[in-house]
Every structure is written in C-alpha cells, then in structure tokens.
T-cell receptor
Framework: AQSVTQLDSQVPVFEEAPVELRCNYS??????LFWYVQYPNQGLQLLLK??????LVESINGFEAEFNKSQTSFHLRKPSVHISDTAEYFC??????????FGGGTRLMVKP | NAGVMQNPRHLVRRRGQEARLRCSPM?????VYWYRQLPEEGLKFMVY????????ESGMPKERFSAEFPKEGPSILRIQQVVRGDSAAYFC???????????FGPGTRLLVL
C-alpha cells in the first residue's frame, strides 16, 4: 500500500522569507509525484509534477520541488514567499493505480 | 477551454434525503475521478470511471453511495439517505487518459443538517 506524509500541518512564515514544505511517501513501485495548491473554498490547482527525467521541477510562480528517490521525498520550496501564497498545499502520488493518494496537507500562512 | 465543472457548488440536505452531485470533465477527457475531503483532512479517493464503466470503486462506502458516467451527460455521484458524517467537500477530477495529470473541479460542499 502507498502513503504520503506531510510532516507539518501548518507553516507560518513572514513575507519574503524562504519556505520548505515537506513531503515523504511510501510505495513499493515507482511513482509520479505532484504538488497541488488549494485556496480557501476553491478546488485544487496543479502546482508542479514529477514524472521522469530531471529530479528538480519548477512551477511558473517560483516554487520548485526535488524528487529524492533514496529518501523517498518530494519537498516543495520557494526562496521568497508572498502574501498571495497563503493556501493549503497537498502532496500526492500516483503509483500506476487509478487514483492519487494525498497527504494530509500543509497550511502555509504568510504574514506581513 | 473550460475546466472541470461541478454543480451545485453548495448543497444542504437533511438527514435521510438524497444528494446528487454532478461533474462535467474537461473537453476531450473521458476519465473521471471522485474524491472526498473531510474537514481538516486531505482528499481520499472514492471512485474512478470511464464512459459507461466503473473502473475502480475501492474507495466508495459499501452502502448508500453510487456513481455513474453515462455515454451522454455529466458524471453523477449519488448519496442516498445522507447522514451528518457525509458532510464534506466532494471533488471531481478528469484526465485525458489513465495515469495522466488529473485536473480538479471547484468541488461541491455538502452539508447535512
């Protein structure tokens, strides 16, 4: 069985500070990895994904995530956050099944 | 290109009533997935459908819940005789093919009184 663990349920950070949201997964087969962002009372938006190739993937709004196979991690980072980045972030895996398995989410709270 | 559409966005039902949630996938997508998000939790997979077929319903509760994706029209998630524990946000996602990126709708927030 596969699982996703997001170690931090909430991450408070000041504007323009760097941030890392942690994600670890467990799977017996190779996986695809995703980060989704959910703004209040909205659906999930795909932020970035790792399917194969370069282990570092980037989004258009400055986030990046690095796939580390040996540590089974896919941590999300941003060097300088904005107030508008305040949202809930979900890490998910697809292990060739028919579903995404999600972590519990991390609430990023950016303070002025 | 319109995204995944879900309606209604909010639904209030009394215990014992039926809830019907609709999902129209993105244009060109024939694979639909339903997920449930309980308060303060992540999303949990419920069911995966293709046109006229249920492919995987391993996440569906055994009773009261059913899903369909007819040849014409939206996918429907149906909850009979709702209970308070059914209160949650229900999200639909679609993809062009199996194991391709899933795109999510805005969700239906169900409140059972």
């Amino acid at each position: 069985a596969q699982s996703v663990t997001q170690l931090d349920s909430q991450v408070p950070v000041f504007e323009e500070a760097p941030v890392e949201l942690r994600c670890n997964y467990s799977s017996s087969v190779s996986v695809y990895l995703f980060w989704y962002v959910q703004y209040p009372n909205q659906g999930l938006q795909l932020l970035l994904k790792y399917l194969s190739g370069s282990t570092l993937v980037e989004s258009i709004n400055g986030f990046e995530a690095e796939f580390n196979k040996s540590q089974t991690s896919f941590h999300l980072r941003k060097p300088s956050v904005h107030i508008s980045d305040t949202a809930e972030y979900f890490c998910a895996i697809d292990n060739a099944g028919n579903m995404l398995t999600f972590g519990g989410g991390t609430r990023l709270m950016v303070k002025p | 290109n319109a995204g995944v559409m879900q309606n209604p966005r909010h639904l209030v039902r009394r215990r014992g009533q039926e809830a019907r949630l609709r999902c129209s996938p993105m244009k060109g997508h024939s694979h639909v997935y339903w997920y449930r998000q309980l308060p303060e939790e992540g999303l949990k997979f419920m069911v995966y459908l293709q046109k006229e077929n249920i492919i995987d319903e391993s996440g569906m509760p055994k009773e009261r819940f059913s899903a369909e994706f007819p040849k014409e029209g939206p996918s429907i998630l149906r909850i009979q005789q709702v209970v308070r524990g059914d209160s949650a946000a229900y999200f639909c996602a679609s993809s062009q093919n199996s194991r391709e990126t899933q795109y999510f709708g805005p969700g239906t927030r169900l409140l059972v009184l």
